[in-house]
């Protein structure tokens, strides 16, 4: 079955700074979404990549998938208290006639002013 | 009408107790999902409805029951649960083909006393 590792498991930065999260698949990726959540509440859609090299940008988040398409970041431009949260990859798993999304092991981000 | 809605918002209830989750969406999309989801972990598959019928069941137990009584709405019908039950309990849709974003509802935060 297919996991999806995230890196780091947690992250603190200071307000401004740069950062990068991590997603890895053990296996090949035909559909890769980054999505974020605040704690307690539902998950928002953030980008969706599916060929290989692509590169997406909404504000200050930029997401790629690497050429081979087993890897994929998630990069926040001078972050601000408001990217806090947690942010979870997820990845399309064929169940048969209809795919389920399976997600990775999350990064909880703090940003601090 | 973009939106994904879950009711109730919280739910307290004994090991005795029936009850029930509901979602709706009016989107027009054909899948519907329950996840559920435990602190500081990523949200767990549970139920897969395509258009209107069961298309996934990850091994859930019999106490959890899930309906869709039509292409807006799903339901997940409680009874005889276990401490460990309280979690998130998160309702998604998407639209029907592979790889498109699942839209995620703010949750129900069910404790099992």
């Known amino acids: 079955s297919q996991e999806l590792e995230q890196s780091p498991q947690s992250l603190i930065v200071q307000e401004g700074k740069n950062l990068t999260i991590n997603c890895t698949s053990s296996?090949?990726?035909?559909?890769l979404y980054w999505y974020k959540q605040k704690y307690g509440e539902g998950l928002i859609f953030l980008m969706m990549l599916q060929k290989g090299g692509e590169e997406k940008s909404h504000e200050k988040i930029t997401a790629k998938l690497d050429e081979k398409k087993q890897q994929s970041s998630l990069h926040i431009t001078a972050s601000q208290p408001s990217h806090a949260g947690i942010y979870l990859c997820?990845?399309?798993?064929?169940?048969?006639?209809?795919?389920?999304?399976?997600f990775g092991t999350g990064t909880l981000l703090a940003v601090q002013p | 009408d973009t939106e994904v809605t879950q009711t109730p918002k919280h739910l307290v209830m004994g090991m005795t107790n029936k009850k029930s989750l509901k979602c709706e969406q009016h989107?027009?999309?054909?899948?519907m999902y329950w996840y559920k989801q435990k602190a500081k972990k990523p949200p767990e598959l549970m139920f897969v409805?395509?258009?209107?019928?069961?298309?996934i069941n990850e091994s859930v137990p019999s106490r959890f029951s899930p309906e869709c009584p039509n292409s807006s709405l799903l339901n997940l019908h409680l009874h005889a649960l276990q401490p460990e039950d309280s979690a998130l309990y998160l309702c998604a849709s998407r639209p029907a083909g592979l790889e498109n974003e699942q839209y995620f509802g703010p949750g129900t935060r069910l404790t099992v006393t």
């Open positions: 989107m027009g999309h054909r899948a």
């Open positions: 997820g990845a399309d798993a064929y169940g048969g006639a209809t795919n389920k999304l399976i």
């Open positions: 409805y395509s258009y209107e019928k069961l298309s």
């Open positions: 296996k090949t990726l035909y559909g």
